[in-house]
Every structure is written in structure tokens, then in C-alpha cells.
């Protein structure tokens, strides 16, 4: 057990230590983030710009949400959300084609970090990483099926239970579902390895090979969880920090912006972390079985 | 012991609760001290005498008029869901005329079928609980419906009156409405006599709707037996003469009953926990595995009550100086303890606040019911004496907003419904939309927020959800962002006869809660006190109605309102001003070009490059050039209110305004020598009175552009959609 958390930190160490890696994946995040959130900041600075309303506030009071409200149904809220989902739909490939970087960036071990050759991967792996996507979404439905139906029983649970009991009950079936969830994701984590270091023609191989890894691979599953759990205190503990930060001015707006950076890369070292720990356990196992 | 130290406690002063906490035998040398210091400052201190004694019956003279007394003794059959009631009803005739058709309420059928009048409006209109615009609405099976059938009706020791029994539909030509009937009496009851009705009925409780009804061995009775409808007398809600005032039920109506006394007998199986208006005078086991419980209360309108075998019961008694003591009982699902803890701090608050500011509350007992999962349709809910709240056994710290508005807001009706029994049907906004006044007023004073993101977050993640967004609400931003320049009815309108639910509900509960809170900010907060006690005072125990509230406000400011009274309540109108736009130039740019009489017979041309000229030499010389601006205000709505302004120079003088907001627009027109005469800054109600005001944005309009709540919007929304988009990894 202490091996599988030795390499869990060892992984954690390495996407630490891959500053330009992390960095890219930021301004990918951050582009289109910024660009969805332009139209409806102009829209403020039209209602707020020579309004005292809000200008002292330290986050959102409710008159400004009111009048955001207000002036998203007025001057286009249809058109921000539509930006916003847009921003979403240029996410998407961007993403799928930034995963497979990050993949084959995993298996190259300790070797420096090279813009253009992630870049090169990114490209060479977007298509057999965009089909494998669509099989793991597969996946995602006895998920998403679990989530249902244990939802449903929790609810016909009745009172005389006990609220208490109730809240064990209610607990166990989030456990359950993150359980599940944690199960799924190392999974397609393991399929993203398998579809760069054994090159399988289909990826419908590859995801249940990622799928038997994640079940079958001994120590794995303790260690991603254990990733994953600290990622997300991580990124509560450093959201709630952005949050305390005073933002009444504009300075102290953009630097609070600032900061939600390190909030984000939190989140994007802590996922180059799991495709890291899951190459370097599987990886040793890995090579060309057919395909 | 106990006992003694909790009197001292009430009685004497600071020093010697001090002494009592601190349990030391010098209390009573204390005590007797502080006596002895201060005899006026203990008298102060004292809580107020009851009004009732330990059976609810009233100590003295009768606090109301007492029209009815009824005597009902019910027995629930928990496993059929059917419940067999004998009532005698005494009624007395207040009137001057002869009565000899009496009016009856029998509310559960309006949950008989689709038929009824409660299911067709809800239908068109919507409804509280139940999305109505599904196709199959309502759906229920065949053990679902519920409904009341009267077996047997008659004067007591005389005539059997069921012969007489007519179904009546006073408010639509429903035919197949069964929610309002009369019986004929064989002779009339002469004026200042009483009749005693002895009336059987048998009732299948509902699947839960509507404030009543079961679920699983859950049960709730409220509107629950045959009901007398409000002969209303002269000059009572401006009758000429005595007229039946009984309403059918409608989906978006609540009740009006007159008052009277209670005295109620409930059988139930033993193992269900009971909870019921009044005070609880018996429980007797019997041999057939129920057990029956007795209850009475004087001087009240109306009884409910509920029984589920899941309830924990927990008690308390409220005390404060010059109020009368209170036994609160709180009756929740297991393991609901912070929840129940808060019900009683909340209610604590409630009992001690409304006392002060309106009138000290003076039944001896109040049971709070938190009905459990599946049952809120019977939640959030008032009758005399008894309020239902929303259960939870995870209420946010240190004071939950839905636990402590609910709570706050349903024992407040026992103000505006219960002491003062307003008519619902026709004038919901004198219970609900005072209340909701009351309802801000507390939370605000007790500083009760809404923090969405801790409220949804489940409580073992609170901390770090919670603090991750700091969004927070007090209960006037919440209401003031529902507000627009134009509504749809009336306030005062009947219940039946808004556009929908949500016209009903803004109408009813918002609209009044806004324009009572203007009212207060146009008057002043000791008058609106004032009015507030004197509407009390004068009505409590009585029906009123909305010009009486009215009445009540002119005379006690000593302003006539009705101005304000037809606009806030009987019209339609909203309110948005706006400044609309602010400018100012050098006066040749506007003013001083042109042909002028020289007052010799001639002209003097001035052209715009001379007069440009002349007045760069005047400046050389230290002269200061003339400005002119112009601020021109707009309103959107019909509302005409007198709107504040303040506007404020560059050089830092300011000028107040008043406009009547009667037409569209309004321009103000200023002269000035020098920049600082320019205009900085235009404030509307600079002072906030007027939180009726739509667009709040538009309010008030700087010179200098601020880009700090665009900052803030910038920041806040890039970091949520990278949030967001940051989870794109997890899929890819």
C-alpha cells in the first residue's frame, strides 16, 4: 500500500514540476473562459459603469444581481449563454485533442518538456482520442443508471426511518455514486494510456482494456482515489481563499482573477497527476496485444 | 425548587438571574435586594397576566364576540384513511334580522374529483403545490380523493335539517361544486338568539394537497368539518345589511370564519402523536387500542390538528418581561433536534418582537408542526394556535432562512388572521401581505440572510461550499428583485380572480410587503408603529377590511393617504424612474448665438466663433464661463409617488428635488459660472425609500465611469466558466 501511495506522490510531484505543461492547459482553459465572459462584463459596465448601485459591495449583492438579471433578459441574455456555450463547443475538441498530450506526455517518464512535441501528439492522437471519448461516454451510463435508481430507493425511503438514518442511507449512496464515478474516470484514464502506448487500431479495445486495468490492476484504485480526494479539497480549500479575497475595487477584482488561476492549475495538476500515476502503474504492463 | 428559581428568574431583576445562574445561596438575599432597589424596574420585568387559563377558557371577559362554539368529537381509522366526526354547533345570530338559511363550508370536497371548483381553477389558474398543467392532473387512484359527506343534520332535540341540504356555487355556475351548502332552518333564529346544530359527518381524508390531507400513516386535518360561513353584520367589512359571506374553495383561496369557542375530542390509535390548536384538558386510553385526546380554546376561528406515530414532541416555555407566557410545543420527525432547537429560538423571537411592535400574543399555548418528507404540501401553514413549518434535521447555523421565514411567517398570520379574522377570500393581502411585511421586518431586525450555496450545500460540506461563493441576501433584496413597473391585477382583488398563481402570489404577498415597507419609509418608523398598533387595537378580534386599514393609517399620521392607498392597492401600477440622462456644456454651445434685440431698435449678431472667442478671453482673464446642464429623469409605470432627487456639483453643492413622477418625464435645468457647476452626480432617493422602484441600476447616474462592479462581473464569470470548462478534462 505505501508503494501505490509512494507512486501517487510521485505523480503529483512530476505534473508539479511540469510548469509548461500546466501552464498550456491553463490558457486553454482560460481563453475561451475570458471570451464567454466579455459580452455579459459589457453589459455591466452599461448598467453598473455610471451607477453607484454595487460599487462598494464586496461580492454580489442582491441589487446587482437583480439588475444583472435585469439586464440579461433586456439586452440579450440569450446571446450570452449562447457565447458561453459556444465557448463550451470550442472546448470540447480542444480538450479531447489536449488529453491525448497529456497522455503521451505520461509515458514519456522524466524527459523535458517539449511545446511542439505535445503540440505534434495532440494532433497525431485527436481522432483515436475522440473515438475513445465516445465509448467511454458509454460508460458513463450504468453511472449515470446507479445514480438514478439509488436516488429513487433513497427517496422511497419513509420517514419512520429515522432522518438519521435516512442521512447514513443518503451518504452511503454518494459514496457509492463517487465510488462509481472514481471507477469510470480511472478507466478512461487507463484507456487514454492504452491508446498511445499500444497503438490498438480500435478503441473499443482500448476502453475496455483501460476498463480492466482500473478493475483488475492491483493498488491502482486506492491511489487515484486517493488523488482525486485531495484534488478536490485542494481546489475547495484554495476556491474558498479566492472567494475571502476583497474585491470591492477593481484591482482587487483582477486580483482575485489572478489568483483563480491558481485555483484552476490546482485542478489541472492534480488531473495531469492521475494520468501520470495510472501511466506509470500500468505502463510497465502495457504494449501491443493485437488490435 | 426548579420551579421558583425559573419565577425569579422572570420576576427579578438582572442581578439576581445573574445569582440564580450562577446557582449561589445568596440568590434570594439578592432577589429580595433588587426588590427592594428597584420595585418599579421588577414590576417591568414581570410577565404579563394570562389570558386564559390552563384550559384555554378565557380569564375574565370573552376577548372576542364569539358567534359559534362548537363541541366535535372525531375518531381517525388510520388504516381506512377515514375519519367519522359528531359536531354540535351552537350559532348565535349577531344580526338584526331573522336568520333561517344558514351557510356551511365543507372543504374537502373540494379534493373529491375534477370536478369540484378547487381543480378547475387550478387548472386555468395554477397551483401551490402540484404543477396543474400536466394532462393528467390531478392524478390520483381511487383511494386518493378525499371528501366529507354529511350523514345527518339537524336542530338539536327538533327537526332533521339533511331534507333541506342544497348544495350552493355562490362564486361560479360549478354545479358540480360541493364545497358550500345550507340547510333551512323551520323557524328563524330571532336576532341575539343562538340555535344548536347536532351534525354527523363521515369524511375520506385525501392523498395530501392543499394544507390537508395523509400521507402513509401521516395524517393532517385542516378545514376538516362541516364550518359555518360569516353572517357579516353591519357596519362589519361595509355591509348595509346582514349578508352570508361563504366562498366556495377555491385553488388560490384561503378562509374567513368567524370567532367562538373550541372544544374538540380526537380518537386516534394510541401510538400516533397528536398535535392540535389550544390546549390539550385530556388523554384517556381506550380499550380498543386508541386513545382520544381533548383540547379546547376560546376566542379563536378556527382547529386543526394532525396525528403521525413518527412525531418527537418537545416543549418549551416562552418568557419575557410584560408578555404573556407561552407554551410552545414543537412536534418534528426524529432526530431533527437543531431543527426543532431553531423552531423554538425562532419562535421565541416572533413571540417577543410582534408582541412589542403589535400587540403581545395571548393564547397560552402554540404547537409548531414540521410535517415529515412528502407531507410540505401540509407545511408552511397557519391556524389559531397551531403553525406548520418545514421539517429539517440539517438546518444551516446559527439561524436557517427557510426554518426561520417560515416559522416567522406562519406564526405572524396568527396576527393578521388569527386576532384580526380578515377575509381571505376576498382580501388575501391583509393577511398575507401585512404578514409578509412582518415576516421582513423580523428577519431583518434578527439579521436572518439567505446564503444560497450554504443552504444547498449539504451541511458536512458547508464550510468550503459555502465560503467558496459568498453570495448572501437579506429578505428586502430578495424581495425587491422580483419588483417590475407594471403588474397584472389589483392588489386587492378576490383569490379566484387573479390571472394565475403567480399573479396571486405577487399580488397578495410581494406588492403589499413592498408598498406597507414605502408606507413605513414615508411616514417614519414610530408612526407606521403606530399604525400598526392602532389597526391592531381596533380590529383585533373583528373582521376587517381594507378600507379599514386604510382609515386607520390617515388618521393615525394625520395625512389623508388615499392617494398613495388607490395606487399601491387598488391599481395596477408599478414604479421605475430613471435618470435618463445628464449633460452640460458652455452656454455658447447652446444659448448665445443667434440675432438678439440690442433695446435700441436693432440686432446684435452674435455667431458661434465670436462668442467661442470672446469667451477664451474671458477665461484668459479669470472669468469663470457659464455652464448649463440638463438632468432629465423617466419613469416607467404608472405609480405617481413624489421621487427625491439630489444632485450634486462638481464643486461639491447639492440640490434637493422633489418630483411628482406624474408624467413621463421630468427635465431640471441648471446654470452655473465654472466647471464646478457641472453636474457630479444625480442620486434618486438617495435615501431608499422608494424599494418599490424596479430598476435600481438606473437610480443613480456619476459623471466619472466606474468599471469596479464590470470588474468584479469580469473576474467572477471568467473564473465560473473556467471552472466549468476546467471540468472538460475529466470526460477527455
Redesign the interface.
Given at each position: 500500500m505505501n508503494a501505490t501511495f509512494r507512486s501517487a506522490l510521485a505523480a503529483l510531484r512530476r505534473a508539479l514540476g511540469d510548469g509548461k505543461l500546466v501552464g498550456l492547459l491553463l490558457l486553454a482553459n482560460l481563453l475561451p473562459s475570458v471570451a464567454s465572459a466579455l459580452a455579459p462584463s459589457v453589459g455591466a459596465y452599461r448598467a453598473f459603469g455610471h451607477s453607484l448601485v454595487g460599487r462598494d459591495e464586496p461580492f454580489f449583492g442582491g441589487d446587482v444581481l437583480g439588475e444583472l438579471a435585469r439586464a440579461a433578459t433586456k439586452n440579450g441574455g440569450g446571446t450570452w449563454l449562447a457565447v458561453f456555450v459556444l465557448a463550451l463547443l470550442v472546448s470540447l475538441p480542444l480538450q479531447i485533442a489536449l488529453s491525448g498530450g497529456v497522455a503521451a506526455r505520461a509515458l514519456e517518464g522524466q524527459a523535458p518538456f517539449s511545446t511542439a512535441d505535445f503540440v505534434a501528439d495532440c494532433v497525431r492522437l485527436f481522432g483515436r482520442n475522440a473515438r475513445l471519448f465516445g465509448w467511454s461516454l458509454l460508460g458513463l451510463v450504468p453511472v449515470a443508471v446507479l445514480a438514478g435508481v439509488s436516488s429513487a430507493l433513497v427517496g422511497k425511503l419513509d420517514d419512520p426511518l429515522g432522518e438519521r438514518s435516512l442521512a447514513m442511507w443518503k451518504a452511503l449512496r454518494f459514496a457509492l455514486v463517487a465510488a462509481a464515478f472514481a471507477t469510470w474516470r480511472l478507466a478512461f484514464d487507463a484507456a487514454k494510456v492504452r491508446a498511445v502506448s499500444d497503438e490498438p487500431r480500435l478503441m473499443r479495445r482500448a476502453a475496455l482494456r483501460g476498463l480492466k486495468d482500473a478493475l483488475t490492476t492491483r493498488g491502482l484504485w486506492p491511489g487515484y482515489l486517493a488523488l482525486g480526494l485531495a484534488g478536490v479539497l485542494g481546489l475547495l480549500l484554495l476556491a474558498r481563499a479566492h472567494a475571502a479575497l476583497p474585491v470591492a475595487s477593481t484591482g482587487g477584482a483582477l486580483l482575485a482573477l489572478a489568483f483563480a488561476q491558481i485555483v484552476l492549475a490546482c485542478r489541472l495538476v492534480f488531473s495531469v497527476a492521475a494520468t501520470n500515476y495510472v501511466a506509470g502503474a500500468i505502463a510497465p504492463k502495457a504494449g501491443p496485444e493485437g488490435g | 425548587m426548579t420551579r421558583t428559581m425559573r419565577e425569579v428568574r422572570g420576576a427579578w431583576g438582572p442581578r439576581a438571574r445573574a445569582a440564580c445562574r450562577r446557582g449561589a445561596p445568596w440568590a434570594a438575599l439578592w432577589a429580595a435586594l433588587a426588590l427592594l432597589w428597584a420595585p418599579r424596574a421588577a414590576l417591568a420585568e414581570a410577565p404579563a397576566p394570562p389570558r386564559f387559563d390552563a384550559a384555554g377558557r378565557a380569564v375574565g371577559e370573552p376577548l372576542s364576540e364569539r358567534v359559534v362554539a362548537y363541541e366535535i368529537d372525531a375518531t381517525l381509522d388510520a388504516k381506512a384513511g377515514t375519519l367519522k366526526g359528531r359536531e354540535a354547533l351552537t350559532w348565535t345570530n349577531k344580526s338584526q334580522a331573522p336568520q333561517s338559511t344558514l351557510w356551511f363550508h365543507l372543504y374537502w370536497n373540494a379534493f373529491k374529483n375534477e370536478r369540484s371548483t378547487f381543480y378547475r381553477d387550478s387548472k386555468l389558474l395554477g397551483f401551490r403545490d402540484e404543477s396543474a398543467s400536466a394532462e393528467d392532473y390531478p392524478d390520483r387512484k381511487d383511494d386518493e380523493w378525499g371528501y366529507s359527506d354529511v350523514t345527518a343534520i339537524g336542530v338539536r332535540g327538533g327537526v332533521d335539517l339533511k331534507p333541506s341540504l342544497r348544495f350552493r356555487h355562490p362564486d361560479d355556475d360549478n354545479e358540480h361544486d360541493q364545497t358550500v351548502f345550507t340547510v333551512e332552518l323551520p323557524a328563524p333564529v330571532a336576532p341575539g338568539a343562538s340555535v344548536t346544530l347536532e351534525i354527523a359527518w363521515e369524511a375520506k381524508v385525501p392523498k395530501i394537497v392543499a394544507r390537508a390531507g395523509r400521507k402513509?400513516?401521516?395524517y393532517f386535518f385542516g378545514q376538516w368539518f362541516p364550518k359555518i360561513g360569516v353572517l357579516e353584520v353591519p357596519p362589519t367589512r361595509g355591509a348595509a345589511e346582514p349578508r352570508w359571506n361563504c366562498h366556495q374553495y377555491h385553488s388560490n383561496t384561503e378562509y374567513y370564519a368567524d370567532f367562538g369557542t373550541y372544544d374538540v375530542k380526537m380518537t386516534v390509535p394510541k401510538e400516533y402523536v397528536l398535535g392540535a390548536s389550544g390546549v390539550r384538558i385530556g388523554r384517556v386510553e381506550n380499550p380498543d387500542g386508541t386513545a382520544t385526546y381533548h383540547h379546547h380554546q376560546d376566542d379563536v376561528h378556527d382547529f386543526a390538528w394532525t396525528a403521525w406515530?413518527?412525531f418527537v414532541e418537545r416543549s418549551e416555555v416562552f418568557r419575557a418581561p410584560g408578555l404573556p407566557e407561552v407554551q410552545v410545543t414543537v412536534l418534528a420527525?426524529?432526530?431533527?433536534d437543531r431543527g426543532a432547537r431553531q423552531s423554538f429560538e425562532a419562535i421565541k423571537a416572533s413571540l417577543e418582537r410582534y408582541g412589542r411592535w403589535w400587540y403581545p400574543w395571548p393564547y397560552p399555548h402554540l404547537t409548531i408542526v414540521a410535517p415529515?418528507?412528502?407531507a410540505s404540501a401540509s407545511g408552511g401553514m397557519e391556524y389559531p394556535t397551531l403553525i406548520t413549518t418545514g421539517a429539517t434535521?440539517?438546518p444551516v447555523e446559527p439561524k436557517d432562512y427557510a426554518l426561520w421565514s417560515v416559522t416567522a411567517h406562519e406564526f405572524g398570520h396568527n396576527y393578521w388572521y388569527g386576532l384580526l379574522a380578515s377575509n381571505e377570500f376576498e382580501e388575501s393581502w391583509l393577511d398575507e401581505g401585512i404578514n409578509s411585511y412582518g415576516t421582513q421586518k423580523l428577519l431583518d431586525a434578527e439579521g436572518v440572510t439567505l446564503r444560497p450555496f450554504e443552504w444547498l450545500a449539504p451541511s458536512g460540506?458547508r464550510p468550503?461550499?459555502a465560503?467558496?461563493?459568498?453570495?448572501?441576501?437579506?429578505e428586502?433584496?430578495?424581495a425587491?428583485?422580483r419588483t417590475k413597473p407594471q403588474w397584472d391585477s389589483p392588489v386587492i382583488t378576490p383569490g379566484w380572480k387573479y390571472r394565475g398563481w403567480a399573479d396571486y402570489g405577487t399580488a397578495s404577498y410581494l406588492r403589499p410587503q413592498m408598498n406597507l415597507l414605502v408606507l413605513e419609509k414615508l411616514l417614519g418608523g414610530p408612526t407606521m408603529g403606530e399604525v400598526m398598533r392602532a389597526y391592531v387595537e381596533r380590529y383585533r378580534f373583528k373582521h376587517p377590511r381594507s378600507e379599514d386599514f386604510f382609515a386607520v393609517a390617515s388618521e393615525v399620521s394625520g395625512q389623508d393617504l388615499t392617494w398613495y392607498f388607490d395606487q399601491a392597492f387598488r391599481s395596477t401600477a408599478g414604479l421605475d424612474v430613471k435618470v435618463a440622462d445628464v449633460a452640460c456644456a458652455g452656454a455658447t454651445a447652446e444659448y448665445d448665438v443667434g440675432a438678439f434685440d440690442d433695446g435700441k431698435g436693432g440686432k446684435v449678431v452674435k455667431s458661434r466663433a465670436s462668442e467661442r472667442e470672446r469667451q477664451k478671453k474671458a477665461e484668459a482673464a479669470g472669468e469663470k464661463p457659464t455652464r448649463r446642464c440638463r438632468v432629465t429623469l423617466e419613469k416607467e409605470g404608472a405609480m405617481a409617488v413624489p421621487v427625491a432627487v439630489r444632485v450634486t456639483f462638481e464643486d461639491g453643492t447639492q440640490k434637493a428635488e422633489t418630483w411628482d413622477a406624474k408624467g413621463g418625464f421630468k427635465h431640471y435645468f441648471y446654470v452655473g459660472q465654472g466647471r464646478g457647476a457641472d453636474v457630479a452626480?444625480v442620486?434618486i432617493e438617495p435615501e431608499g425609500r422608494l424599494v418599490f422602484d424596479a430598476?435600481?441600476?438606473?437610480?443613480?447616474?456619476?459623471?466619472e465611469?466606474?468599471?469596479?462592479?464590470?470588474?468584479?462581473?469580469?473576474?467572477?464569470?471568467?473564473?465560473a466558466?473556467?471552472?466549468?470548462?476546467?471540468f472538460?478534462?475529466?470526460?477527455?
Open positions: - | 402513509g400513516d401521516y406515530p413518527g420527525p426524529a432526530g431533527h415529515p418528507r412528502g434535521a440539517d460540506l468550503l461550499l465560503g467558496a461563493a459568498p453570495i448572501e441576501l437579506t428586502t433584496e430578495l425587491r428583485l452626480r442620486e430598476g435600481r441600476a438606473n437610480d443613480s447616474y456619476t459623471k465611469a466606474d468599471g469596479r462592479v464590470a470588474a468584479r462581473v469580469f473576474g467572477w464569470l471568467t473564473y466558466a473556467q471552472l466549468v470548462l476546467g472538460l478534462p475529466s470526460l477527455t
